[in-house]
Structure formats: C-alpha cells, structure tokens
C-alpha cells in the first residue's frame, strides 16, 4: 500500500465448505489467489467484481499473463463467469460446495445475501443426503453384522472405528420390526 492511503477495512467470505474440497485442492495456486482478490474486490450488493487485469495482477502479486490464464482456469471450473461490459470486463463469482464427492452445489457469490445462499445450500446438501438415503439398500443384514461384531476383537481395533460399530448397530437395533 503506498504512503498517504488509508486501508480499507472490508471483509469477504471464505466458506470452509467450498475452500477445503478436492475441486478448490485442483486449482492452481495463482488461481486461488486471483479468486481470493476477486471476491475482495466484488460487490457487495451484486457480487461482481471488475478490477482491471493490472489491478488483479498488483494484488495477488503475479504477472498479468498469469492472472489471465488464472481467470481462464476459474473460469472453467466453474468459480466466474466472465463477461464484458463497455470497455470493462466484468466476473461473477461463484461458490462450489461438495456434499460428497462428485456431488456438488453452485451458488452465484452474492457477500449482502450470504446467509441465503449457506441456507440454500444447506437444503440442497440435505435433498441430495435424502435422494441418496432412498436410492441406497442395505447390503448387510442385521444378523450377519452382529456376527461379525462377535467375531471380531473389538479391543484391537481403534477407539473410532469401535464407535462407529457400535452406532451402526444401534441404528440397525432401532430399525427391527
């Protein structure tokens, strides 16, 4: 920041739920910076950014020929769109959020309604949780997982793994007729 300028003290949101998924792990390291600056530097009414290719190339501190190339990769995985506008090129901001692996939810980044869109996602991780609870049938009956819970030595197997048995048999106890 150069002398004589006061910082601006604005926030942005990084989900968790969208930054620590095996599709954000793929983006290059220059393109999760230039994401970065670009949710900095939207709107926070429209979620639109439109800083300039030396603006974006000043804050993440990389070339502007990568930040190019940075926007090309958001933009074909699916964290901008970009398109232009007179004489600007403007980005709409997207998140991506993974339920589960290759599920995943697209929300438009809009920082003003940010707890509509975590709401919304929400929902929509809970109806693709319960789409796939219906389709799934059992592959274990509960007679042949109580033999294998009375064959196994539980005191070898770790604490966690013990737990998690013990509530799959609970769950599968609840469920008897």
Request: net charge positive.
């Amino acid at each position: 920041m150069s002398e004589g300028k006061k910082p601006i003290w604005n926030w942005s949101h990084l989900l968790s739920a969208s930054i620590l998924t095996q599709r954000f792990a793929q983006l290059s390291l220059k393109a999760s910076k230039v994401y970065i600056v670009l949710k900095v530097r939207c709107n926070l009414k429209t979620g639109i950014a439109f800083p300039s290719l030396k603006r974006l190339s000043q804050d993440a501190g990389i070339s502007v020929s990568s930040v190019q190339r940075a926007l090309k990769e958001l933009e074909s995985a699916g964290y901008i769109e970009s398109f232009k506008d007179r004489r600007s090129k403007k980005y709409v901001l997207y998140e991506i959020l993974e339920p589960e692996k290759g599920k995943a939810v697209r929300k438009q980044y809009i920082p003003s309604d940010f707890k509509v869109l975590v709401q919304e996602a929400r929902e929509e991780f809970e109806a693709l949780r319960l789409k796939a609870v219906e389709t799934v049938k059992p592959i274990v009956s509960a007679p042949y997982f109580e033999n294998i819970l009375s064959d196994c030595d539980l005191e070898k197997l770790p604490a966690d793994v013990v737990e998690a048995l013990q509530r799959i048999k609970e769950s599968m106890d609840r469920k008897k007729p």
